[in-house]
């Protein structure tokens, strides 16, 4: 199962102004691009799944992987067609979130762009609510 972990980085944002926090995700074009590309060969995946993990030196990270199945309790958010899946112990983590990726020379991630955080670490693979 690790190896189809994807990459994903936390940013504190001060300067964007605050999502609408009716809006559990939000995907910004870049990430429904990049999330479309990693799902045109796998048809038995229903969409991308977004969960947190208790882990790295500031507590929660992110966990991206591919959804087969919608869990009981999971969220979905549909947007341009694409569906994430927003695992049930990061609902309230992830409420007026931005979701976007990055491709450059130094890194290719999914990035979240999350209002609630409080802190991150240095690396900025971790964070704290």
């Known amino acids: 199962m690790a ?15 605050l999502l609408s926090r ?3 995700l939000v995907l910004t074009p870049a990430a429904i691009t990049k999330i479309k590309e ?3 060969d796998k048809p038995d995946v229903i969409g991308m799944k977004v969960g947190v993990k208790q882990r790295g030196c500031n507590g929660l990270s992110y966990t991206l992987d591919y959804a087969k199945e ?6 979905i958010v549909e947007q341009d067609g694409v569906k994430v899946l927003i695992d049930k112990k990061a609902q309230l ?3 007026g979130t931005e ?3 990055f491709d450059d020379k130094l ?6 762009n999350n209002p609630n955080i409080k802190g991150t670490c240095g690396c900025g693979e971790s964070f704290t609510l």
């Open 70 to 75: 919608k869990s009981k309790f999971d969220e």
């Open 93 to 95: 983590t992830l409420l």
């Open 107 to 112: 890194t290719t991630e999914f990035v979240f």
């Open 22 to 24: 009716r809006a559990a």
């Open 3 to 17: 190896a189809n972990m994807i990459s994903a980085t936390v940013r504190a944002v001060k300067t964007k102004p």
């Open 38 to 40: 990693l799902l045109t």
């Open 99 to 101: 979701m976007d990726f």
